[in-house]
């Protein structure tokens, strides 16, 4: 972090890695690389690295916990000791605790929670190297995890964030832009059902900034929910050619 | 956070505001009665209490000196934390903070913070070494229902009425003098919530209205009607021309909300 005020758009209109203001990071996924979980995926974002496994359903513990009417999600969002620059404590901070709920509830609505009663589902994310908006790297790769673990869902959720920098509305915040930016709006979109399941801000945005920031994040996310559908594809092509 | 009631009851709740009703006779768009008073504490360096109906948030502030973070040298640290105590509820629990009590601190939190509501510069003694710490603590002390807007208002209120010690700085110690300036405050960011039922956008939800709504949208705008913080909550979605409608009406709230503010 430095103090010196950066440009975060050049003259060209650049940013700092070269992105052009409405364009995402490299997306690199992966899905099925946990053998034992139900069901997992991997997503690589610019520098964010984050795997994301999905365990269930599987009876209530503990088992009070468990509901007569549905089911029950569990997600723990964590980040690796060394996934920042400087050590975090492997200990949940506030914030994890935070994005943890956050994120969990950005993934209920498009589970069909109602078919399995008294049962519980646990989502573990682990981000193994932070690189700005990871919550929405995060439950990217969580629902398509959920997805491979055959969880019965209304749709995928894809997640991605947009902000302001240097007066300019921009689409996938990493790190630095996060910092010193100033705004960032975190969205997930059920990109079938036109459902915002995820929203925050903070910053400061008029009225018209913000209307076209989460416009141009839920662009972002039917982008991000095209490779979601790649990546399940991908994996599940290479399972029946192995069945063959 | 939740306690149980009937279905019946939940399904007359549902019913009665898709048809744009409330139980307790408020239009979707109103608020219960807000009462403020300020300065209630007198240990604290600044305290409020606001009455949400039967909602009750109780929030001091204490200030004490500090080291600031390395990232800012130049200003003073603000903390925010949210106790939901057992006696405001039969669904709280003494112990560690839990899930929906760092959720309500960090909304708080955002909301005086993004907004640049205090000018933490002057809170400064010694750049890098020195500074006032804030600590606003948000003591709930009756649950019935919308505890983030009741608490960001309770904070607001408080800092409002908080008093900074004057110091002086002798042989490189900082000595606290006797009396006070007041704290200085830019901003008086107002929290407006959303409890989103049977498809329609209702404010200042009370407790059972809470537990049937389907998702909760919380925005934070500052006296020049921009936004500076978000937070949806709850296991529903929304559309974004609800989100749109939800930015709109709470400009409109906050601005009524913030007339109740003495500053």
């Known amino acids: 972090m430095s103090q010196k005020t950066e440009k975060l758009i050049d003259k060209k209109g650049l940013r700092l890695d070269g992105r052009k203001p409405d364009e995402l990071r490299p997306i690199k996924m992966e899905v099925g690389i946990l053998s034992n979980a139900e069901g997992s995926a991997y997503i690589e974002q610019g520098k964010n690295k984050i795997l994301a496994a999905v365990f269930g359903p599987k009876e209530m513990h503990p088992k009070h916990l468990a509901l007569p009417d549905r089911m029950v999600i569990r997600c723990r969002y964590h980040m690796a000791p060394f996934s920042v620059q400087e050590r975090k404590s492997p200990s949940p901070s506030r914030r994890e605790i935070e994005l943890s709920k956050v994120i969990r509830e950005s993934l209920e609505p498009t589970v069909f929670m109602e078919y399995y009663p008294r049962t519980g589902i646990d989502v573990f994310i682990e981000v193994l190297q932070a690189d700005g908006s990871t919550r929405c790297a995060s439950i990217t790769a969580a629902s398509v995890a959920m997805a491979d673990a055959g969880i019965p869902m209304r749709d995928l959720v894809a997640a991605c964030s947009a902000g302001k920098v240097d007066d300019t509305i921009i689409l996938d915040l990493m790190d630095a832009e996060d910092k010193l930016g100033s705004a960032d709006v975190p969205v997930a979109l059920m990109p079938n059902h036109n459902a915002v399941t995820l929203l925050q801000m903070d910053g400061i945005l008029t009225a018209e900034e913000f209307e076209k920031t989460v416009s141009l994040a839920l662009e972002g996310c039917q982008k991000i929910y095209a490779m979601q559908k790649e990546a399940l594809k991908t994996r599940y092509v290479s399972v029946k050619e192995v069945e063959e | ?263």
């Open chain 2, 1 to 263: 956070m939740s306690s149980v009631i009937t279905r019946v009851k939940q399904k007359q709740i549902a019913q009665a505001i898709a048809k744009g009703k409330r139980l307790d006779g408020r239009d979707l768009a109103d608020y219960r009665e807000i009462k403020i008073e300020q300065g209630i504490i007198e240990r604290a360096e600044g305290s409020a209490r606001i009455l949400l109906g039967k909602t009750e948030v109780l929030v001091g502030t204490k200030i004490e000196l500090g080291e600031p973070f390395p990232d800012t040298p130049n200003e003073g640290v603000l903390t925010v934390n949210a106790e939901l105590v057992p006696l405001a509820s039969s669904t709280f629990e003494p112990g560690p903070p839990d899930e929906n009590s760092i959720e309500l601190a960090r909304i708080v939190d955002r909301g005086i913070r993004e907004s640049k509501a205090i000018d933490t510069e002057k809170l400064c003694i010694e750049p890098g070494k020195k500074v006032f710490v804030i600590f606003v603590d948000v003591y709930v002390l009756n649950h019935d229902g919308n505890l983030i807007d009741a608490s960001a208002l309770a904070a607001v209120a408080a800092l409002l009425n908080t008093k900074m010690p004057n110091y002086e700085i002798k042989e490189g110690e900082v000595k606290l003098k006797p009396g006070y300036t007041p704290l200085p405050m830019r901003k008086r960011p107002i929290t407006v919530t959303f409890a989103k039922i049977s498809d329609k956008l209702v404010v200042d939800a009370w407790l059972e209205e809470e537990q049937v709504m389907d998702a909760r949208l919380s925005m934070a705008i500052d006296d020049d009607g921009n936004i500076c913080a978000i937070q949806k909550g709850g296991s529903g979605y929304f559309t974004v021309q609800e989100i749109l409608d939800a930015a709109k009406m709470a400009r409109e709230k906050s601005e009524e909300i913030r007339k109740k503010l003495k500053w």
